[in-house]
């Protein structure tokens, strides 16, 4: 032999960086499985107070339902309050209407009749015909 033969040396090489490569590929598994634990711990801490939170949080939340359920309940019962003040406000009004048409011809009347009354007692007061200022018993 009288050269060095690079074909073991590049093999040689190559065995030495895959071997390399997989130890830091190991590395990094160990390194990620210790987060990955830590993350793990964390989250059955979480799940630990979650569940120790979870019942006076539901308790909360069917309260807050009940209070909203009766507003709802009232809310209703408004409308139908608000609907039937609306109903009773029409009829007055009507029945508001109703009477002025029934009275205002009754007021009228009764503006005549007293007119016709003061003129009946101005003329027997004083005997004059107030239409045309002459006496009662035909003397001018």
Not at 48 to 57: D, L, N, R, S
Not at 91 to 100: F, G, P
Not at 108 to 118: H, K, L, M, Y
């Amino acid at each position: 032999m009288t050269g060095t033969d690079w074909s073991i040396v590049l093999d040689a090489g190559v065995g030495v960086g895959v071997l390399v490569m997989g130890i830091a590929a190991l590395w990094m598994a160990a390194a990620l499985a210790k987060t990955l634990g830590r993350v793990n711990r964390t989250l059955d801490e979480v799940d630990t107070q979650m569940a120790g939170i979870g019942k006076p949080v539901g308790e909360t939340l069917e309260h807050v339902n009940g209070i909203a359920d009766t507003a709802e309940k009232t809310l209703a019962r408004l409308g139908g309050v608000v609907k039937s003040l609306e109903d009773v406000a029409g009829q007055v009004s009507s029945t508001a209407a109703l009477a002025k048409d029934a009275i205002s011809p009754a007021i009228v009347n009764v503006g005549a009749t007293i007119a016709g009354v003061s003129a009946g007692l101005r003329r027997i007061v004083t005997g004059k015909n107030s239409s045309n200022g002459s006496k009662e018993n035909g003397n001018e």
